[in-house]
Every structure is written in structure tokens, then in C-alpha cells.
């Protein structure tokens, strides 16, 4: 016999045990469900996004209904807007008969349990597909683009929006939405600030959906490069003096790192999102029979966990919570 006090393998030996050193649980009250709309009649599939389509009213209303009998409580709303729609000034992003005030409005009279998540940036109405408003030398303009940005948080919190979400990574957007709200009374309308969003390659399959990708050069001068990590900490540290009530990691699977440093350097809960081409990876390898799709979500939904995060934006929400439903 060898001479062995430490055997780690002793509380892993049955299904008990296991369960007494589990650190991290995975849960579907910490999913946000991300669904887009369009205008149009019918669904559309997303090729790239499989399982995930364009919504039209009365599909957003059952997904809605069943992501709630399913457990999932929260859902983000991103709209696929006509392209008769898109213009430089992105106007429409603050049009209250627009697409997302519209669905919020329809959704909440439904469905007041359900919490709603809106995105606020400007590429779903901008005629150039940037998060920003884009200036003649093809430059993205920072404060004029907020005043944009106020008056579609604002718009999107009058339509009944529980928590306005700016994705757009423009400086000082958390301070000036927050102020405009409170404002206009809207003091208890939460803010998830997309914190360190990163220049990522892997919102691929979601620059299709809503043929929202940049229609002229990239968004390295507002998204961050993903060879960073100090920078995410300097954003955390603004955002949250801004107000923000919650802050994001964005993609979560590569940035896993970054997710673990900001949950030591803020007392804010941290929202990571899985994107869509994290989702679109594991479930091409999935149809093909190479990954088990069931276990494979799982676990990077539940290495997101471990890593910092509370809360999960992910495709995968209905489907994780009745794969864990089903134990
Ligand atoms: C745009 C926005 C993007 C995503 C969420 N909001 C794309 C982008 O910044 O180009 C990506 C989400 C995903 O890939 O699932 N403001």
C-alpha cells in the first residue's frame, strides 16, 4: 500500500459526495435569451444560427410564452429592420412605433412577469452598419452619437424595457443614459453596460441574422482588442462610476480570463455572453455527430459560471434549461 493521506479521488466516489464539492450550479434563472424580430410575416431560419430565427410578432409571443414555461425569465430583443428603414441619423433606432417598442409593448401586456432586455446601439438602423453614428471622413463620432443613444434607451424605456442594454462601446453612454432616464423617471430601469466588448470575429453568424455588419471599415476604434485585459478593467471602473448596474464580458468562451480578473475587481454581478459564433460552432460540430450538443452546451455554459460570471446572454437558454430540468 502506498502511503497516500490526500486522495482528492475520496470525494468523487459517488454521486453524493459529488454533489457536496460541487462549486458552481448552473441554472436557468441565470439565462438571458436573446431572440431577434422582423416586421414581416413568418419566421425566418438563420442558417448559420441553427434552431435561432427571425421572429415575426406572433412566433416572438410563443418563444416568449415557452421560454417562460421553460424557467428562462429574462429575454434580449435584437431587431432585423428593413433596409427601407436604415439611414445615416439611424432615426428609426427611436421611432416608439418601431419594431422593438412595438414587441416590448405587446410582450409586457402578455407577459408582465417577463423581464426584457433591449440593446441599445445604432448598427440594426444605421444605414452604414456601425454601432455609431459615422462622420464624412467615415470616422464614428462619440458624443453625438450619445444624444442618439439617450433617445432610444429613453424610448425603449417608456415602451415598458426593464433593463436598457448599450451595446455600442462609445465613452461616457452609461452616465448620460443613466442621467436621461432618471430624468424622465425611470429610476428603477436597470443598465447592463456591454463593458468590455470585444472586436470579435465571432459575431459572424449575428451580423447575418440582422444584416447589421459594417458596411465600410471594422469597429476596432470602439470594441476592444481582444488582446487586452487591463483595458477591461478600466471599463469596468467607468462604467460602473457611470451607474451601471450590471457590467458584460463579450464573447464569454475565449474570454474566460477576462471574466475571472473583472469579477475580482468589481462588487457589480458580471453578465457574460455566449455569441453567436461560440453557439454556432457547437452546434455545427454537434450535427456532424462530433460533439454530444447536450453536454457540450452544458459545460461551456457552466465554465462561463465557474469562471466569474452570474449571468449567461445565451442562445442556448431554453434548450440548457430543459436539459437541466430533465437532470
Ligand atoms: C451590436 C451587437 C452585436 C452583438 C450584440 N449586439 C454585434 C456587433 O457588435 O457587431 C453580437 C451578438 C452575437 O454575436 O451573438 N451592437
Not at 94 to 108: C, D, M, S, V
Not at 145 to 157: G, M, N, P
Not at 287 to 313: C, F, N, P, Q, Y
Request: aromatic share 8%.
Amino acid at each position: 500500500m502506498i502511503d497516500m493521506p490526500q486522495r482528492p479521488r475520496r470525494n468523487r466516489r459517488n454521486p453524493v459526495m459529488r454533489a457536496f464539492n460541487r462549486e458552481t450550479e448552473l441554472s436557468a434563472d441565470r439565462f438571458i435569451y436573446p431572440l431577434f424580430l422582423h416586421d414581416g410575416d413568418g419566421s425566418i431560419p438563420i442558417p448559420s444560427m441553427p434552431g435561432c430565427q427571425r421572429h415575426d410578432f406572433e412566433s416572438l409571443i410563443s418563444e416568449a410564452e415557452g421560454a417562460l414555461s421553460d424557467g428562462v425569465n429574462a429575454i434580449v430583443l435584437f431587431p432585423a429592420v428593413e433596409e427601407a428603414l436604415k439611414t445615416e441619423d439611424a432615426e428609426e433606432s427611436f421611432n416608439p412605433e418601431g419594431l422593438i417598442p412595438r414587441a416590448i409593448r405587446e410582450l409586457k401586456e402578455r407577459f408582465p412577469e417577463l423581464t426584457i432586455v433591449t440593446d441599445v446601439a445604432l448598427d440594426p438602423y444605421s444605414s452604414m452598419g456601425h454601432d455609431g453614428l459615422v462622420s464624412a471622413d467615415g470616422c464614428i463620432l462619440n458624443d453625438e452619437t450619445i444624444e442618439v443613444l439617450v433617445k432610444q434607451a429613453v424610448c425603449q424605456a417608456r415602451a415598458g424595457a426593464d433593463i436598457i442594454s448599450p451595446s455600442d462601446m462609445m465613452d461616457g453612454r452609461v452616465g448620460a443614459i443613466r442621467s436621461a432616464l432618471d430624468d424622465e423617471g425611470f429610476t428603477e430601469v436597470a443598465i447592463l453596460a456591454y463593458t468590455a466588448k470585444y472586436a470579435s470575429a465571432f459575431y459572424g453568424p449575428f451580423r447575418d441574422a440582422l444584416d447589421s455588419a459594417p458596411r465600410g471599415g471594422d469597429k476596432k476604434t470602439y470594441q476592444m482588442d481582444p488582446a487586452n485585459v487591463r483595458e477591461a478593467i478600466r471599463e469596468v471602473e467607468l462604467d460602473e462610476a457611470e451607474g451601471a448596474d450590471m457590467i458584460m464580458v463579450k464573447p464569454a468562451g475565449p474570454y474566460l480570463d477576462v471574466i475571472s480578473l473583472v469579477r475580482e475587481s468589481t462588487a457589480l454581478p458580471i453578465a457574460a455572453y455566449q455569441v453567436s459564433g461560440e453557439y454556432a460552432m457547437l452546434k455545427a460540430a454537434s450535427e456532424r455527430g462530433w460533439l454530444d450538443e447536450r453536454s457540450v452546451a452544458l459545460e461551456s455554459l457552466l465554465g462561463i459560471r465557474r469562471a466569474g460570471a452570474d449571468v449567461i446572454l445565451t442562445y442556448y437558454a431554453r434548450a440548457a434549461a430543459r436539459w437541466l430540468a430533465a437532470g
